[in-house]
């Protein structure tokens, strides 16, 4: 294909990315109740950390290069810094190395360091977050850095994090050079917000899970940082997770990824959006029992000026500038089995926070 159409599909797809079609007919508002739903209690967690920048261990996880599997002056550093913003707990993910994991440090961090690792390789990364393992020798490493990656690769990286009890979420899928393949070979989740740049293609990203969403697939949305400590352009700690958890212990916040129960937010004082159907949240899965239309509510915390709106599989079913700094409106939605919905909010472009979906069965 000649240079100018390929740029011209290229600028197309950035530019529709995070447009949808507009299906506002299937909902209708209805009064506002004097309850509004409540922010579930949660955990502040900071998702996809490193603790170094260099990438030769990554490309030759050989005992020669262990000195570049991770720093731990950066783990320090990057416990300190989001101790200090006020985050719970943190995934740490080295390339191709769980090493951090087994510092002295994270047993004295003031907030809860959970273990995980990037599994690294030229055809797409993926974290593995609370994985257990003895050592740093029983990491499941991808084929060494220049070999072929193949579908039997990620499928038995998956099976074998499924069986040390890890969760794997598929990191930048759209980053150029590293993309991931279409399929998501049983994967449990999706970064879907990373750093904003022209790289890591966020809202590619969305669209890539929302289209995977109207497959069928239910695939977890997390933020990850990409945290790079000592690196000029991943210097930064955001965006972030509220994860709905008791503590912010390893086991709690655990269990609230794996169940869905993650609200994406752009750093630790960003608004909120808390969406409620028929009593279930996020990550919940409601019975139709034969009805075809539900109630829902959406509130926004803190959003005044920003555009709330609502996503299923038709599209785009609500949208709204919320008004004032706390907001509730409740919809009546018209749904099939097997549908969904979830809730993003917007200031202009740049995103806010965004929830994972409430499912029809």
Known sequence: MPRAPVLASVLL???CAG???????????????????????DCLVANHVHTL????????????????????AGLRSAIAAFAGDGVGAIVVTDHNSPHAAFDPAVATAPLTVIPGMEWTTRRGHALQIGIHLDSPADAILPPPWRSRVVADDFRRMVAETHRRGGLVIIAHPRVPFRTWPDDTFGADGVEVWGLDSVVI?????VRWWHDRLIRGERLIAVAGTDLHPGAWLRDHRRPLNRVTAATCGAADVLAGMRAGRVLLVDDRDAPRVVLAVDGARPGDAVELAGRTEIDLQLRVLAGAGARVRLLGPAGELFARTVASADATVRLRLRVRPGE????ELHRRRKPLALTNPVYFR
């Open 53 to 72: 920048v260099s990438d030769r261990y990554s490309h030759a996880p050989t005992a020669a290069n262990e000195r570049q599997a991770y720093d731990p």
């Open 201 to 205: 293609r966020n809202r590619q990203a």
């Open 340 to 343: 969904f919905v979830r809730a």
């Open 13 to 15: 797809l950035c530019a």
């Open 19 to 41: 447009r949808y079609p507009k299906a506002h007919d299937r909902v209708r508002e209805l009064a506002a109740t004097t309850e509004a739903p409540a922010p579930p209690r």
